[in-house]
């Protein structure tokens, strides 16, 4: 299988192409650094992208407060997660970096609040 | 319960309608169909005080005109809506058209209309130098001024409030019955009784007088689209630029208006739909080279914003006021397009004389009292006002609109007025919030959420301009 | 009347970090205005991840970014009036600003930062026809109702413009349970980061629409939906290619304006390109004493940068007060060569002894071409780029020694070759 991807470990955003079967990856190439062929690896076999978005607060100032995920959780998890970030309310007073949500799905990644509310 | 008048659409002639009968021991009610006063051609127009040149001699445009212009200033003042006498030009660019301009200085004068001057070109540039080098000449009418339409309409109606007169917002009359010398109006949210009515629904009075089985109003509706340019332009020429008058109307001006912006077109366009208020790729280019024909420098890079307005245009060419032959307690005041905005406290007058004179006896009412009371504007107050006003309300020391400078005071005085702001069109007609060059971007939540506030409701319960123009849907979470 | 050493009008990302700087070099006393009711800016409503990579080495979000300088502000002494909106700027340097606690202040300042921020462009400018339903609304303004009102602004979503705050929107609107239908841009490339184009759109299958345009809005009360057409050369609609796309919002991302009334009032000079103050390598504008850094100068798409730039701002303006500034300038402009459109700062003080870093942006994508700096003629540096973007910010360096041996009739040209 082949797939072309556009790199994101930095601005320039080359196309990088991967050749791969289910078993491994058979070759990176248009990458024009290390990090291209990282990316574009973890593309291919576990995706993780970082997770933001808000959890409703009660008594706060704000009625939510922002969150994200503490590191990458998997891609095709995303809408999962955001199911469970919709299901939870906190009281406030919520401080920044607070955990909200504990190793949300198993994937290892806590949803922590990104400011104060 | 039965009201002696009930006035059907709150446009400039209805407000002002609305106060003139107010000055009168009646019971008056203004019923307008949509969620706020100024929702039709009153809040999409020119803006201009006309001097009176344009219509025929003997007509009511023209009589109701040259009076309406004169009676303007004091309107303003005593509600306080900015006005300005800045004269209008009529520009010829050909031999030709200064026969035109003759013309119009001849009708101007039958009309009694005063302070005018056909001047040349040297005289036109030395007066307003950024009008096109190929201008031969003008008709210049001293008496022409500048109003804010739908601010004088707001005015109008919060003066009338205080002076007794009812409002009722969405209140879409839907049929009409007549028993025993009284009216039964009716609309989806009730029925009102009422000796008189007077149909000022504008683009709709034609459907309103088929109500009472009078067909005799037969409008056009035209289509005009305008732009709002950056206060940054706005004074480019001092005085309306008008191009000759053709068939259709008076053509593209470029306008300073009150407060500041430059304002160009309209196009005319007749069209079908009486709710077609959208603008079109069309009338934007029409209103560009019409505008860059009176002022080169004009350019819709500077737009902010641009708008449509409808009028309805009156087949016979002249106004619709007066007794309807089927029924004589239903005044008609339709066909009201330009200057019917001039025309209006003259257009009040004309009809409260025809209505007191059906009634007979009417008593003044002692209480009247035209003045509005001054509404406080933190852009136009000195230090020392602004410093006051804080003291006393510390609501007016909080700018929610960065670009015209409009503080939380002034929304809240707006949404409490009589027959006050109940959406954001109507926050922002009233106080200019969301008017700037951001048109909205920054305090349009701002507002949302105060009226939000002020009314007790979920913020996603307001909305643009009533009616499900909601801003917002659900909560997120 | 109130008296402070350095007024920094706003609190954003910018005016802490010129506050903080000009703290740090010795200033005494300065005070903050920032017109929202808190410090932070924009950055409280940017929920997402994506800042600090450069300045902090690590990916935090908008609010994480600007409590980190919150919390520095709030260790030192400098006065901070929130919810305190700057209505003018004298020539004298008097600051007339309003709050409801004190009601309207003056405040005389030795100096001034300008740190105002910049505004979206809204659909006026842009003649879509049409009807003025609701539903039409910056991506700024969606983004503030979802991430601190919590409330959607929308449920089927056309964007139009791929700056950064649309395609976040689009991201952010699809996690939400929004449908984001299509993102559509007038030129043929996107004037957004490439890592948000594959991380907000293409991991969603949200298309991206190059060289098309949004022309007519439809619907009475609420948008109904849009019209959209392709574009030929002259960014001019194809009538053949329009499409219908029901749509109940339409988001716009189509520009931000440097937010400039107050430093125009002053009478400083504008660039015509970046529509912010004409400044030094100080940041300082023609002007003696008001500095000017952040979007407010020119749109960044990064705040790290904005960071830096308000520190070389915080620290002009110190010395300016400080009294270390004193022998005349002697300026030499920046001139853009060949495919760059801007570059800040605008003119060099070549009596200053330090290499100057200058930003800017180019016109169109390029790819493998130099980035070449000429003073006096001379190439002094010339960089190879793999890529050149309009959306990426890009720099170059006038080394020390180059401005030591500049006269005023020097020349400093950067230029795009391919």
Known sequence: MKRELICVACPLGCTVTVEYNDEEILSVTGNTCKRGEAYAKTEITNPT????????????????????????????????????????????????????IENILDTGADIIATNND | MCYDVAIIGAGVIGALTARELSKYNLKTVLLEATNDVAMGASKANSGIVHAGFDAKPGTLKAKLNVKGCEMMQKVCRDLSVPYKKNGSLVVAFSEEEMKTVQELYERGLANGVPDMKVLNKDELKAMEPNLSDDVFGALDAESAGIVCPYELTIAATENAVTNGVEFRRNFKVESIAFEDGVFSVKSAEGEIKTKYIVDAAGAHSDDIAKMIGDDCVELIIRRGEYFILDKAVGNMVSHTIFQCPTKMGKGILVSPTVDGNLLIGPTAEDIDDKHNTATTADGFNTIKTYSVKSCPAVSTRNAITSFTGLRAHPVNDDFILGPSKVNSQFIHASGIESPGLTSAPAIAEYLTDIITSAIGEVKKNDEFNGKREDVFRFRHATDEEKMTAIAKNPAYGRIV????????????????????????????????????????????????????????????????????????????? | MLNYDLVVVGGGPAGMAAALKAKECGVDSIIVLERAEALGGILEQCIHTGFGLHYFGEELSGPEYAAKFIEQVEKTDITVKTDTMVLDIDGN??????????????????????????????RGALEISGTRASGIMTAGTAQKYVNLDGYMPGKKVVI?????????????????????????????????????????????????????????????????????????EKLQPIESTKEYIECDTLMLSVGLIPENELTKNVGIGIDRITNGAVVDEMRQTDH??????????????????????????????????????????????????????????????????????????????????????????????????????????????IPADVLAGMTPESSIVVRVEE
């Open chain 2, 401 to 477: 609109c960065r670009c015209e400078t409009i503080t939380e005071g002034e929304i809240i005085d707006a949404i409490n007025a009589p027959a006050g702001a109940r959406d954001v069109d109507g926050v922002k007609r009233r106080t200019r919030a969301g008017m700037g060059r951001c048109q909205g971007g920054f305090c349009g939540s701002k507002v949302v959420e105060i009226l939000a506030r002020e009314l007790g409701c979920e913020i996603n319960d307001i909305t643009k301009f009533g009616n499900g123009s909601n801003i917002l849907f659900d909560k997120t979470k």
């Open chain 1, 49 to 100: 992208r970082s997770l933001t978005s808000s959890v409703k607060v009660n008594g706060g100032v704000l009625p939510v407060v922002p969150v994200k995920s503490s590191k990458p959780v998997p891609k095709s998890m995303l809408f999962d997660c955001m199911k469970v970030i919709n299901s939870v309310t906190v009281d406030a007073p919520v401080k920044i970096g607070q955990v909200i």
């Open chain 3, 160 to 232: 139009l413009g791929s700056g950064d705050i649309g395609l976040i929107m689009a991201r952010r609107m699809t996690l939400e349970g929004a449908e984001v239908k299509v993102v559509c841009e007038l030129m043929p490339y996107s004037g957004g980061l490439t890592r948000n184009i594959v991380q907000c759109l293409d991991d969603f299958g949200i298309p991206l629409k190059l060289s098309t345009t949004v022309v007519e809005t439809h619907g009475k009360d609420r948008l109904e939906g849009v019209t959209i057409a392709q574009v030929d």
């Open chain 3, 288 to 397: 003696k004493g008001i500095f000017a850094c952040g979007n407010v100068l020119h749109v960044h798409d990064l705040v790290d940068y904005v960071t830096l730039e308000a520190q070389i701002a915080g620290k002009g303006a110190a010395d300016y007060i400080l009294g270390k500034c004193d022998n005349e300038p002697c300026y030499v402009n920046t001139t853009t060569g060949n495919g760059v459109r801007y570059l800040v700062p605008q003119k060099v003080n070549i009596n200053n002894k330090e290499a100057v870093k200058l930003y800017f942006r180019v016109g169109r994508i390029y790819k493998n071409a130099k980035v070449i700096l000429e003073c006096d003629g001379k190439i002094i540096s010339s960089k190879k780029k793999v890529k050149l973007a309009p959306g990426e910010m890009e720099d170059v360096v």
């Open chain 3, 93 to 122: 340097n008097l600051v007339t600003a309003v709050n409801k606690a004190d009601g309207l202040l003056k405040i005389q300042a030795k100096a001034i930062v300008l740190a105002m921020g910049c505004r979206e462009r809204p």
